[in-house]
């Protein structure tokens, strides 16, 4: 059900005319495009990932516009990379103290449709969705002992920003993404997917 309603939001808001919020390209027939990198913090579920719940994220957004009149959206393509490592627990055996150290990363590869409005004084706002394609990984190493174990799993993503445009040239702006896929890890189900904050950074031609 929570599937069903966030696509027809974002098909909805798709739909909208570009005029009907900002002003269309002045160009129709001209080909645009944008690639930023992404610099921010995603939060995984806690109950499967905690204390490495928190990772800090990088990654690069991608987003091809074919402007003509007949498709209003980009292409989007967005590649994701995030990571965190905590030492928990102790282990005295008598000649020291060992702790264990925790890693986890997730890959997330996103697909999609992404519609940006062309704003006065080169303000674009824009919201996106997709199918998504996330790896995830954790990984223990303790007395000299690592183990380690990661899956691929399919799942959805949508986003919704804002950048400015430089000089007709240079983005800055901020993008918050919600990802959701589930994969099997040391036999357990984890969520991969997760809420990603973060600031973009790139170029527009």
Known sequence: MQK????????????????????????????????????????????????????????ILMDVDFKHRWIPFSIALDLMYSRDEEDIGTLDLGVGTFYTSVESRVMELDLGIRKIWECPRHIRPFIGGGMAIINGEIKADSIGVSVSDDETAFGMWADIGVYVTLADRFNLGIDARWSKAEVDLFGREAKVGGWHVGALAGLHW
């Open 4 to 59: 069903a309603i966030l696509f027809s939001i974002i098909f909805m808001v798709l739909s909208v005319p570009a005029p009907a919020l900002c002003s269309a390209d002045k160009d129709p027939g001209s080909w645009s495009g944008n690639v930023n990198l992404f610099l921010g913090e995603k939060f995984l579920d806690k109950d499967n990932w905690e204390p490495v719940d928190q990772q800090f994220e990088m990654g």
